[in-house]
Nanobody, 116 residues
Framework: QVRLVESGGGLVQAGGSLRLSCAAS????????LGWYRQAPGKQRELVAF???????NYADSVKGRFTISRDSAKNTVYLQMNSLKPEDTAVYYC??????????WGQGVRVTVSS
């Protein structure tokens, strides 16, 4: 089992910034990728960004140029720096860990609210 604990959500005005953190513990070896997903009210959960073990990254088109994902392998922690936030970024953000076996683990989610 992998335990993921997120932090850093909150309320921010449009144009502001937030940084989300997610610490992985437990059976965190053989994690292929760490990432962030989000789910807005009434919408499906969608990928925001992920970073692989070799630090390859991928971003949703809607956040490219505004969000940056990074990881501290020594701390088993992944970060999501969110700049130039928009009201449409409002959602619950979930940390995800994908094992080499394809098994997914999820955090409990943190709420991000961007006011206009």
């Amino acid at each position: 089992q992998v335990r993921l604990v997120e932090s850093g959500g909150g309320l921010v005005q449009a144009g502001g910034s937030l940084r989300l953190s997610c610490a992985a513990s437990g059976s965190s070896s053989n994690i292929f990728a760490l990432g962030w997903y989000r789910q807005a009210p009434g919408k499906q959960r969608e990928l925001v960004a992920f970073i692989t073990r070799i630090s390859s990254t991928n971003y949703a088109d809607s956040v490219k140029g505004r969000f940056t994902i990074s990881r501290d392998s020594a701390k088993n922690t992944v970060y999501l720096q969110m700049n130039s936030l928009k009201p449409e970024d409002t959602a619950v953000y979930y940390c995800n860990a994908k094992k080499e076996t394809g098994v997914d683990y999820w955090g409990q989610g943190v709420r991000v609210t961007v006011s206009s």
